[in-house]
T-cell receptor, first 111, second 114 residues
């Protein structure tokens, strides 16, 4: 059972544009929603995370928007740069602590 | 300080062999997780340690997989009678405590079973 659905599978944006990646979850017991960035041959790196008591969190060029009633959350990358080209994973966890990951979005930012 | 380290970075073995994968967590982190990532997929949970004990091993696929963390720091993932389907990147993550949600990942061990 895929508990976290992520889209799109791949995304191409121009330098300076906004990248938007969406995730939806099923388990209402989830209470922590991180986004990870992964470069080829590397482990996932924690980018930003949110809890369901807030609707938005911003850190630099990265913003998470969270819609608890729709059970959806999204990552927005403002002013996207070629160095942002990587695979992005959303994830969720609850009291059990282990992360349930989405299937990933391969982002390409064109120079 | 140093991040999570994993050794070896690559491991090639033959079907039926036994392998051990090592994880050194961030110093002072009490929680440790193992995940498996197949090509083009997100990581999948295998096992979670809090201190020396396995708090949750519900993600281990079968009894060929076993993990230990005898002193509450370094952990070893052990796979017996490896199968070609075990080929994947095995990721380790650590977290400061049982109440912290933040998990910091190592670079992974790429296991190839021929």
């Amino acid at each position: 059972q895929q508990q976290v659905k992520q889209s799109p599978q791949s995304l191409i944006v121009q330098k300076g544009g906004i990248s938007i990646i969406n995730c939806a979850y099923e388990n209402t017991a989830f209470d922590y929603f991180p986004w990870y960035q992964q470069f080829p041959g590397k482990g996932p790196a924690l980018l930003i995370a949110i809890r369901p008591d807030v609707s938005e969190k911003k850190e630099g060029r990265f913003t998470i928007s969270f819609n608890k009633s729709a059970k959806q959350f999204s990552l927005h990358i403002m002013d996207s740069q070629p160095g942002d080209s990587a695979t992005y994973f959303c994830a969720a966890s609850g009291s059990a602590r282990q992360l349930t990951f989405g299937s990933g979005t391969q982002l390409t930012v064109l120079p | 300080g140093a991040g999570v380290s994993q050794t070896p970075s690559n491991k090639v073995t033959e079907k039926g062999k036994y392998v051990e994968l090592r994880c050194d967590p961030i110093s002072g982190h009490t929680a440790l997780y193992w995940y498996r990532q197949s090509l083009g997929q997100g990581p999948e949970f295998l096992i979670y340690f809090q201190g020396t004990g396995a708090a949750d091993d519900s993600g281990l696929p079968n009894d060929r997989f076993f993990a230990v963390r005898p002193e509450g720091s370094v952990s070893t993932l052990k796979i017996q009678r490896t199968e070609r389907g075990d080929s994947a990147v095995y990721l380790c993550a650590s977290s400061p405590s049982a109440v912290s949600n933040e998990q910091f990942f190592g670079p992974g061990t790429r296991l190839t079973v021929l």
